[in-house]
T-cell receptor
């Protein structure tokens, strides 16, 4: 079965710093989703990537899917306290009809 | 155009009682997915349903847990004879078709005392 590994597990950065979160799959990714979860709340959809080499940006967040479609990265530029939360990558494998999730990355941004 | 609605938001049950969690998918969505998030852990897939059918229940515990998505009404996740280890956040997601984007509800936080 497909497994997703996220790194780092937790991250504490100072406001204004850049950061990167990685998501690595044991198998080829056919759809890669990034979500953000504020503590104690639901999931907010950030971006979805499907094609090898694809890159998408929204405000200060950029997500990429590598050419081999087995790794994705989420990059935040000039982090702010509002970026704090848990970032989850979710993936669809070949011939599956559900999302499986990585272990999550807890981000804290201090002023 | 309401999103995925889950209720209740918080549920407290004593050990041995039954818990019923409800999920109303987005309008036009006929695929429902249930996930469980234990404290300090990621989301674990439980079950995938379409109207009146269970498509994939590979993540459901073999005992005490059941799910349904009737022709009319919300999807229900039912936990019988709850134990303390069932305490978790249970999230529901829906999609129009599989692989076309998943919208999540705010979750139901179950506490077993």
């Amino acid at each position: 079965s497909q497994e997703l590994e996220q790194s780092p597990q937790s991250l504490i950065v100072q406001e204004g710093k850049n950061l990167t979160i990685n998501c690595t799959s044991s198998k080829t990714l056919y759809g890669l989703y990034w979500y953000k979860q504020k503590y104690g709340e639901g999931l907010i959809f950030l971006m979805m990537l499907q094609k090898g080499g694809e890159e998408k940006s929204h405000e200060k967040i950029t997500a990429k899917l590598d050419e081999k479609k087995q790794q994705s990265s989420l990059h935040i530029t000039a982090s702010q306290p509002s970026h704090a939360g848990i970032y989850l990558c979710g993936a669809e494998g070949f011939n599956t009809d559900k999302l499986i999730f990585g272990t999550g990355t807890r981000l804290q941004v201090f002023p | 155009n309401a999103g995925v609605m889950q209720n209740p938001r918080h549920l407290v049950r004593r050990r041995g009682q039954e818990a019923r969690l409800r999920c109303s998918p987005m309008k036009g969505h006929s695929h429902v997915y249930w996930y469980r998030q234990l404290p300090e852990e990621g989301l674990k897939f439980m079950v995938y349903l379409q109207k009146e059918n269970i498509i994939d229940e590979s993540g459901m515990p073999k005992e005490r847990f059941s799910a349904e998505f009737p022709k009319e009404g919300p999807s229900i996740l039912r936990i019988q004879q709850v134990v303390r280890g069932d305490s978790a956040a249970y999230f529901c997601a829906s999609s129009a078709e599989s692989g076309l984007g998943y919208t999540f509800g705010s979750g139901t936080r179950l506490t077993v005392v």
